[in-house]
């Protein structure tokens, strides 16, 4: 029979208590040495709650805090506001649109004053919950259509009012949700289709329409020879043949040049392009023609700008070399060189700090969070927890990879947080409460919540 736990301690993990103090600390090191400087007083910058570190010091107080309280709640209360705190959340990233406050073009976040909240970031927490709701109630058939566009809408809906608000890097992030949907019985199908989909984006990158449409048809064309036996005996081939032709050709030729010429915009669509090493071709002309003009001149030295974060990123992680430069000994860092170093590119500061062998611990400490999240995953019994647990991978797992793509190269500059270690309130919180509540849960894994 089931006894509730009397404290925290008893049924707690941990092991995943310790990962999330030992990065959180690590990240306060790292905004620490980004920010401290030589003739800094110490005490009085962080008693004065204007330096970075010293905010999130108060951040990271206030949210252990949190963790206590959410460790002394009952679990049932986790699936009883599901529903409720999803709307809350949705109010709460529409009311961005009426009382927001627009940062670096953004206008994604509401001013309290101590600091700036982010609903799209928190609402991660409210989306899983949730959609772990939603799948663990015993009339869902998640093999379902109707299921699965259900748990799609309550997954993506978040991710669609971030992209009106301007937030891109933040909307990507809540595809992290198909790992859980996954784990419950999405068909393979899906993410075969979306890998492919993927792939053709690639390819209609790196080469010109004209040429793919030319070589879709000549492939369809080879293929129809190639199988007119059996598509004498059996049409459903023919069938699939010219539906795949015409769906990449489409895609290609209209859907990928729609999108970069009026869904993105256009720094978004150089720096997607930039990263596969061509020209944007949807926009040379356009650009052409307002090349003398102060708008096409501000989105010139943006893009320069965006080159110049990477560039500079890129510099700092290599100047670290195996050992590292050594704490408070970054030249690239210590010299405000690397933009946005203490927020999106905290992960220079470890790289030109602690080298390879840091960087290379940092990543196995990521790892090791993502494996105990599995493993607890794995080890419930009741599928609320479970569709939880997934959950929080796949969000933790998606941010520290595109995150450390951006830093190095890898990937477009999207601003997409580093898990626990960038300087953040709203970033700190949303990962705290996911890591706590998931705790919870776990150290009440006997019971069985819907």
Same mark, same amino acid.
């Given at each position: #029979?089931?006894? &509730?736990?009397?404290?925290?301690?008893? /049924?707690?993990?941990?092991?995943?208590? /310790?990962?999330?103090?030992?990065?959180?600390?690590?990240?306060?090191?790292?905004?620490?040495?980004?920010?401290?400087?030589?003739?800094?007083?110490?005490?009085?910058?962080?008693?004065?709650?204007?330096?970075?570190?010293?905010?999130?010091?108060?951040?990271?107080?206030?949210?252990?805090?949190? !963790? =206590? $309280?959410?460790?002394?709640?009952?679990?049932?209360?986790?699936?009883?506001?599901?529903?409720?705190?999803?709307?809350?959340? =949705?109010?709460?990233?529409?009311?961005?649109?009426?009382?927001? +406050?627009?940062? +670096?073009?953004?206008?994604?976040?509401?001013?309290?004053?101590?600091?700036?909240?982010?609903?799209?970031?928190?609402?991660?927490?409210?989306?899983?919950?949730?959609?772990?709701?939603?799948?663990?109630?015993?009339?869902?058939?998640?093999?379902?259509?109707?299921?699965?566009?259900?748990?799609? %809408?309550?997954?993506?809906?978040?991710?669609?009012?971030?992209?009106?608000?301007?937030?891109?890097?933040?909307?990507?992030?809540?595809?992290?949700?198909?790992?859980?949907?996954?784990?419950? /019985?999405?068909?393979?199908?899906?993410?075969?289709?979306?890998?492919?989909? !993927?792939?053709?984006?690639?390819?209609?990158?790196?080469? &010109?329409?004209?040429?793919?449409?030319?070589?879709?048809?000549?492939?369809?064309? *080879?293929?129809?020879?190639?199988?007119?036996?059996?598509?004498?005996?059996?049409?459903?081939?023919?069938?699939?043949?010219?539906?795949?032709?015409?769906?990449?050709?489409?895609?290609?030729? *209209?859907?990928?040049?729609?999108?970069?010429?009026?869904?993105?915009?256009?720094?978004? %669509?150089?720096?997607?392009? #930039?990263?596969?090493?061509?020209?944007?071709? $949807?926009? /040379?002309?356009?650009?052409?023609?307002? %090349?003398?003009?102060?708008?096409?001149?501000?989105?010139?030295? +943006?893009?320069?700008?965006?080159?110049?974060?990477?560039?500079?990123?890129?510099?700092?992680?290599?100047?670290?070399?195996?050992?590292?430069?050594?704490?408070? &000994?970054?030249?690239?860092?210590?010299?405000?060189?690397?933009?946005?170093?203490?927020?999106?590119?905290?992960?220079?500061?470890?790289?030109?700090?602690?080298?390879?062998?840091?960087? !290379?611990?940092?990543? #196995?400490?990521?790892?090791?969070?993502?494996?105990?999240?599995?493993?607890?995953?794995?080890?419930?019994?009741?599928?609320?927890?479970?569709?939880?647990?997934?959950?929080? %991978?796949?969000?933790?797992?998606?941010?520290? !990879? *595109?995150?450390?793509?951006?830093?190095?190269?890898?990937?477009?500059?999207?601003?997409?947080?580093?898990?626990?270690?960038?300087?953040?309130?709203?970033?700190?919180?949303?990962?705290? *409460?996911?890591?706590?509540?998931?705790?919870?849960?776990?150290?009440?894994?006997? #019971?069985?919540?819907?």
């Amino acid at each position: #029979m089931y006894h &509730k736990n009397p404290s925290i301690s008893k /049924g707690s993990d941990w092991i995943m208590i /310790g990962l999330y103090i030992i990065i959180a600390l690590i990240g306060l090191l790292c905004i620490f040495s980004v920010e401290y400087r030589s003739n800094d007083n110490m005490v009085q910058s962080i008693l004065g709650f204007k330096k970075n570190y010293s905010k999130q010091l108060f951040y990271f107080g206030a949210c252990c805090l949190l !963790a =206590i $309280f959410l460790l002394l709640t009952d679990s049932k209360l986790f699936t009883a506001m599901a529903n409720l705190s999803y709307l809350a959340g =949705i109010l709460l990233i529409l009311a961005t649109f009426v009382v927001g +406050k627009e940062i +670096k073009g953004s206008k994604s976040w509401i001013p309290l004053g101590f600091m700036n909240l982010q609903p799209v970031e928190i609402g991660k927490i409210f989306t899983a919950l949730a959609l772990a709701k939603y799948l663990s109630m015993p009339e869902v058939n998640f093999r379902k259509p109707k299921s699965q566009l259900i748990a799609a %809408a309550i997954a993506f809906a978040p991710a669609m009012l971030s992209i009106l608000q301007g937030e891109t890097g933040l909307a990507l992030v809540y595809f992290a949700f198909l790992i859980p949907m996954y784990r419950e /019985g999405l068909p393979p199908g899906y993410l075969v289709s979306g890998t492919a989909m !993927a792939v053709l984006l690639v390819v209609s990158l790196l080469f &010109k329409t004209s040429t793919l449409l030319i070589a879709f048809a000549l492939l369809a064309i *080879v293929l129809i020879y190639y199988f007119r036996r059996r598509l004498k005996r059996n049409n459903r081939l023919l069938v699939i043949i010219l539906s795949s032709w015409a769906f990449c050709s489409l895609f290609v030729g *209209v859907v990928v040049p729609f999108a970069f010429k009026h869904v993105f915009k256009k720094y978004q %669509a150089d720096r997607i392009f #930039m990263m596969v090493g061509v020209d944007n071709p $949807f926009t /040379g002309n356009a650009t052409a023609e307002i %090349a003398n003009s102060e708008d096409a001149k501000l989105k010139q030295r +943006k893009n320069e700008q965006q080159n110049y974060n990477v560039r500079q990123s890129k510099i700092a992680i290599g100047s670290g070399g195996f050992l590292g430069k050594g704490f408070l &000994k970054g030249t690239q860092t210590q010299g405000d060189f690397v933009p946005e170093q203490h927020t999106d590119f905290i992960f220079t500061s470890v790289g030109e700090n602690f080298g390879f062998w840091g960087s !290379a611990l940092l990543m #196995m400490l990521y790892l090791g969070l993502l494996l105990r999240i599995v493993t607890i995953a794995e080890r419930q019994r009741s599928t609320f927890s479970r569709v939880y647990a997934y959950g929080v %991978a796949g969000i933790i797992f998606f941010h520290v !990879a *595109v995150n450390i793509c951006v830093t190095i190269g890898l990937a477009p500059v999207i601003g997409i947080t580093l898990p626990l270690m960038s300087y953040g309130g709203s970033s700190l919180l949303t990962f705290t *409460v996911l890591i706590f509540i998931l705790i919870k849960l776990d150290a009440d894994r006997q #019971m069985v919540l819907r």
